[in-house]
């Protein structure tokens, strides 16, 4: 045992066995699969080729992701029921079709089995002699039919059936099959594309059950005013670009478990409706375990992707057995960071920035405070020591490239009562991508600053566009 310590030792010292590059391989070996055998039926070679192209991981999942949007025959809800009833065919096809040196979906049955699913009835007739066009017979399995009905999207018309031969060794399509069913499996992978177009990942929203105690409390508040304040929170938004041209909105909540009389390690559910001026809606419902060794403030974050426009916020919390309640009104602006030109994200004020730390994939949620490689802990209420030195950190958008280059100069202010303190500014010049975001953020101690309340103010200047843009964040020192 003594001496296999040792090996497995040199071993990885020597560099020849490293648990990172095996779990890099199972990676690399789970893509190869889906591409030659789990799509193989249904991807194109140019989508073959597109895969083979892309360099991360993370683009691969959102390609993969992707792949199955564009055959969604409802994209507007979260079940893709034809990649659920695509895996059910492949289980079925690698199970049965085992015979012959063609196995699984390699073999003819298997594909027919995956292009035109299971057949309505399967018929046998008597094996026999057949004879050669070179003259003798052949001895002749039974062939096997299979019995479909019509298929109109295929081209197909009229019930048909499909026969299968054993000429060799295992069944091989029929050499008489009509040039209509080699036409319909040809034209499938094309035919379920069904939303061929699609550029981006679908959203689905999400909706409130009406008779949940949420969609209820919700319902009774709009209809009768009915207000509910059982547990003390405070919360603001923090804003950033999402998907289909739509916006995040982070809601950073800070709950006073002690006057709500919650336990330290409590299960709260939040839950809210947002309703816009000009017709969007948006629902949410998430539910958070409080942490411990807090204190008596803890803070919680969740978010909802909506469309930029004036809203009417619902937010709402509950504890575990819905003894206690809270449900808040207030106006809420989402902003566009889509169309209103050169524009960037909320601006994160904080003392404390760390490295991201590797998370379960299954585990990560949306986080805007992530910024590159850095992960930023927001400060409450902007409020500093003198002590601190203040991370300021967020995101540009729609900076013109000039040949797939932006050239950015941003400049830092802290607007004091006495007057305005101009700090060193940055250039940033790096090749992008369309529609690239681009992290932006300095560090500024503020021990030479007196206690008080002051405005950061950052200044963009897009040399390529002409064109600027101001925000400002407030802070305060004690």
Request: hydrophobic share 35%; net charge neutral.
């Amino acid at each position: 045992m003594k001496n296999k310590a040792c090996l497995v030792a040199a071993l990885l010292a020597l560099g020849v066995v490293q648990p990172g590059q095996a779990l890099d391989q199972e990676k690399d070996k789970a893509y190869k699969t889906w591409l030659e055998k789990e799509v193989k039926l249904l991807v194109s070679a140019e989508e073959a080729n597109e895969f083979k192209s892309l360099k991360t991981d993370e683009e691969r999942d959102a390609y993969i992701e992707l792949f199955w949007a564009k055959r969604d025959p409802t994209p507007g809800t979260p079940e893709n029921e034809f990649k659920e009833e695509w895996y059910k065919r492949l289980e079925y096809v690698e199970k049965n079709f085992t015979y012959g040196p063609r196995k699984g979906l390699s073999s003819d049955m298997g594909r027919v089995y995956m292009l035109l699913g299971p057949p309505a009835q399967t018929k046998s007739d008597v094996g026999g002699k057949r004879d050669e066009p070179q003259g003798g017979s052949q001895l002749e399995a039974p062939p096997q039919h299979w019995v479909y009905q019509a298929m109109p999207e295929l081209g197909l018309n009229e019930p048909f059936r499909v026969t299968f031969r054993q000429y060799q060794w295992g069944y091989e399509l029929d050499q008489q099959t009509p040039q209509s069913i080699l036409r319909a499996l040809e034209i499938f992978p094309k035919v379920v594309k069904f939303n061929a177009d699609l550029k981006e990942i679908p959203r689905y929203k999400f909706k409130l059950d009406e008779n949940s105690f949420e969609g209820k409390t919700i319902s009774r508040f709009i209809a009768y005013g009915e207000t509910m304040e059982q547990i003390p929170l405070q919360w603001i938004p923090h804003f950033t670009q999402a998907a289909n041209e739509s916006t995040y909105v982070h809601f950073s909540v800070l709950v006073d478990a002690k006057k709500g009389g919650l336990k330290k390690d409590e299960k709260l559910t939040f839950f809210g409706k947002l309703e816009g001026e000009k017709g969007h809606k948006e629902e949410f419902l998430k539910s958070v375990k409080l942490e411990k060794g807090k204190g008596d403030f803890i803070p919680v974050s969740f978010g909802v992707p909506a469309v930029a426009d004036q809203y009417t916020l619902y937010l709402g919390v509950r504890n575990e057995d819905q003894t206690k309640c809270t449900l808040l009104k207030s106006p809420l602006k989402v902003p566009d960071f889509w169309s209103a030109g050169l524009t960037i994200s909320s601006i994160i004020l904080s003392a404390n920035v760390e490295p991201v730390k590797p998370k379960a994939k299954e585990s990560l949620d949306y986080d805007p405070y992530i910024f590159g490689q850095l992960r930023a802990t927001p400060m409450w209420d902007n409020v500093f020591k003198s002590s601190d030195n203040m991370n300021v950190l967020f995101q540009i958008y729609n900076a013109k490239p000039v040949d797939g280059e932006v050239l950015l100069a941003i400049e830092y202010f802290i607007e004091a009562p006495e007057g305005t303190y101009r700090l060193n500014a940055q250039e940033i010049k790096q090749k992008v991508q369309e529609g690239q975001t681009i992290s932006g953020g300095t560090e500024v101690p503020l021990s030479p600053l007196k206690p008080g309340e002051y405005n950061f103010k950052i200044k963009i200047i897009d040399r390529n566009a002409a064109k600027f843009y101001e925000a400002r964040a407030p802070f305060v020192i004690k």
